[in-house]
Each structure stands twice: as structure tokens, then as C-alpha cells.
């Protein structure tokens, strides 16, 4: 349990957030498969230390525990290591996120993979071959990862892939980043309409390329909210202004609703917070987070807080993530007061009361939760039932919120 008193914001504090989980975890996979891959400012999350244990081990049985994106991507990786086989599994609600999709289109291809429990889902047996075949069909409405999944082994294919994307697009943004990491690393790729072309990449220099972590963007969102809530600024440190991560929309978002300002510093990389003064809060806030989900639990805390209602669409994915976030949100946030009406994709607010005279935030196992809601106890003190699940993605933000907090 993590106690977080009533506080106010300090303001004009500095904080160092790690490099992005998700650039972190697709240059591992590169830097295994081309070796010529230098990585500065790794994330420190528990989920990039999983994976890169898992590709510098040489382990039959690898468990990832409630690393998703491991999962995702190991699947892909494992497929093409010829002539190795792997037992791929993880925690019990590891066991529970449907991977079928991805596991298919890898089977399509000529991957050799077996369900070993329920099928769709892992643990998997994946025996690594040498795949020729170039061209696949997907979803496009399922989780990015999937996608990025075959992105990342594509350049190492004997034919390169082909990826048709069938259907409306979800989180473009992560895709793109993953094709501007690929650019970056000289994979040629083209991405028109919905068809995902990428060559086959002869990896035959020995110049080693450099590839400086930008920090994370979603472990960014935080700070916002409390910035959004506390009126008080805030400063980060290290964020380029031209990101490629979609949860950089986090910017927008918060200076159209919130009246937070973000100030880039080219020279140092820090990002300033600055809300504007007798900013007028919109009436409502209507917004599509089909680009950028992972932000949404986020911002329904910010809003909840200052009372401003919200009706959020886009959110199909998060049915699917650590947990059910739609209905983890709907259920914590009637602990602050906040009446919510949620379906597959959608959350929107029906009325403000009068928050539980002792909060107690469930987590589900989910890291987002914690941080999400942590903002929270600008209002009121608050509980966190399961402090240490932040590990997954950021090991030091109670350090860090220690740090800009002051109790009162």
C-alpha cells in the first residue's frame, strides 16, 4: 500500500525521466538482430530489463512475466532464429492477453509456432526457421505491437515483408515510430494506404550507429496532470520537440484542456510546464485517443479531478492491456466521485460527487493505474494498493513525485 498525503505542487522542480520503454524495446530487438547498434540512455524499466535478459540469455523456457510487449516481440524474434526452439510464457495474466493475431500472421509466413495451453493465447512453442515467404494480412484495428512485432524482423527476412493492413487503423503513431527507427538504421520501407512495404536489409558495415534514447512520453503524461492540477510548473528533462512517440500528443492535449504550456529547450533537451494564468477550463472535453490510448487514464484523472466532464472515444485497445483499463477506470474513478458510462472503445463522465472519505485506488497489476491516479492527492489523500507495480515502466517515480510534492 502507498500512502500519498493531501499536498500541494512545488514548483520550478527538475526531473529526469529514463529513456522511452517503447523506442528502448524495439532497439534491443535491432541491436540482437544487427549487432550494430549502440543504445544510450536505456530505459530502466522492468519491462526493457525482461527483454533484454530474454535476448542475452540463451534460455529454452523464457518467462516474461506481465511484459506484453516482450511477449509481442519476442514471438517475431524467436520465429526467425533458425533451428532454436523456444517455450515463450509469462505471468497468469500474460496467459489471458490474446496473441492469435500475431501468432497467425507468423504461421502464414511459415512460422512454426504451437499453442501449449489455451489456444490464442501463451505460452507458445515457436521453433525458429529460415521464413521466405514476404507477404502477410493483419488487422489493423489490433494492438500496434502486433505490427511492429513483424516490423522489427522484416529487415532480417530473406524477401523483406509485405504487410497489408486490413481494416481501420489503431495507434498509428507506434508504427510510424517504428518505421523512423528502421529509416534510421538504413531499412528502406514505404508506408501508403494501408500496405507496410520493408526490404530485406544486408547488414555487411561494421560502422556502428548511435541511438540516444529520447526519454519516455507517457511516463512524461504524469507530470502533466499534476502541473494541470496544481498550476504549478514543472520541468523534464531529456525530450526532443520533433518526437516520434505518439504519447507526445500528451503537449496538445494538455495546453488546449488544461492550459499547460510546453517550452523545449533545444540546448538541453528539458521541457518546461508552465500553466498559463486564469486559464478558462472548457465546458467538456471531447476527444478521439485512437493515436494515443496509453495516455488516456491519464487524462481522465486530470479531468476528474478539476471536475471538467469528458467523453474519451479510440480506447478499444485498452480492453486488452494489463488489464481491462476501460473498466478498471470506470470503477476507481467513482472513488474520487466521478460517475463514468464506458463500452468497448468509449468513457464518458455522467456526474461529479463527492469523493470516498478514504480512497483506496486498485491497480489491477497495472502500472498505469498507479500513475495515473497518483495526481490525485492534490485533491485528497489517497491510497495505492499496489505501490511497486510503477517497476514495469518507471522504477523511480515515487522517488521522483517525492521530489515535488510537499504535504500539507
Known amino acids: 500500500m502507498k500512502k500519498l498525503e493531501k499536498s500541494k505542487l512545488t514548483g520550478n522542480k527538475t526531473i529526469q525521466i529514463s529513456g522511452s520503454k517503447s523506442i528502448s524495446n524495439r532497439l534491443l530487438i535491432l541491436e540482437s538482430l544487427f549487432s550494430n547498434i549502440k543504445i544510450g540512455n536505456l530505459s530502466n524499466s522492468q519491462d526493457t530489463q525482461l527483454l533484454n535478459k530474454a535476448l542475452s540469455q540463451n534460455l529454452e523456457t523464457v518467462d516474461i512475466h506481465h511484459a506484453g510487449t516482450a511477449m509481442r516481440f519476442l514471438t517475431s524474434y524467436y520465429s526467425i532464429q533458425e533451428g532454436k526452439t523456444t517455450i515463450l510464457t509469462g505471468s497468469g495474466r500474460m496467459k489471458e492477453r490474446p496473441i492469435k493475431n500475431l501468432v497467425s500472421a507468423l504461421q502464414n509466413l511459415g512460422a512454426d509456432i504451437e499453442y ?32 511492429t512485432s513483424l516490423l522489427l524482423i522484416a529487415g532480417k527476412l530473406e524477401n523483406g515483408l509485405v504487410i497489408n493492413l486490413v ?55 504524469y507530470f502533466y496532470s499534476f502541473a494541470a492540477i496544481g498550476r504549478e510548473t514543472i520541468h523534464l528533462k531529456s525530450f526532443y520537440k520533433e518526437s516520434t ?7 496538445d492535449i494538455y495546453e488546449r484542456f488544461f492550459g499547460i504550456k510546453t517550452i523545449f529547450s533545444e540546448n538541453t533537451h528539458q521541457l518546461t510546464l508552465q500553466p498559463y494564468p486564469d486559464f478558462s477550463f472548457p465546458e467538456k472535453i471531447v476527444l478521439d485517443m485512437n493515436n494515443c490510448p496509453d495516455i488516456a487514464q491519464t487524462l481522465c484523472v486530470t479531468a476528474a479531478a478539476l471536475k471538467i466532464p469528458f467523453e474519451i472515444s479510440g480506447l478499444g485497445t485498452l480492453k486488452v492491456k494489463e488489464t481491462d483499463r476501460l473498466l478498471a477506470l470506470h470503477n476507481e474513478l467513482k472513488k474520487l466521485g466521478t460517475e463514468t458510462e464506458i463500452t468497448d472503445s468509449t468513457i464518458k463522465s455522467l456526474a461529479f460527487k463527492d469523493a470516498e472519505k478514504n480512497i483506496s485506488i486498485k491497480t489491477y497489476q497495472d502500472h498505469r493505474m498507479a500513475m495515473s491516479f497518483a495526481p490525485f492527492c492534490l485533491v485528497k489523500e489517497i491510497h495505492i494498493e499496489d505501490g511497486n507495480v510503477v517497476e514495469k515502466s518507471y522504477p523511480m517515480f515515487w522517488e521522483d513525485l517525492a521530489e515535488i510534492l510537499n504535504s500539507n
Open 116 to 147: 501449449l495451453e489455451n489456444e490464442g493465447f501463451p505460452p507458445l512453442k515457436i521453433t525458429g526457421k529460415n521464413i521466405i515467404q514476404s507477404k502477410v494480412d493483419i488487422p489493423a484495428n489490433i494492438s500496434s505491437q502486433f505490427i
Open 167 to 221: 481494416g481501420e487503423i489503431t495507434s498509428r503513431s507506434y508504427i510510424e515510430m517504428t518505421l523512423d527507427i528502421l529509416t534510421r538504421f538504413g531499412i528502406k520501407n514505404t508506408f501508403e494506404g494501408n500496405t507496410i512495404k520493408v526490404e530485406s536489409f544486408t547488414n555487411n558495415h561494421s560502422t556502428i550507429i548511435n541511438y540516444e534514447v529520447e526519454s519516455d512520453w507517457s511516463s512524461a503524461s
Open 245 to 251: 512517440q505518439g504519447d507526445s500528443a500528451i503537449a
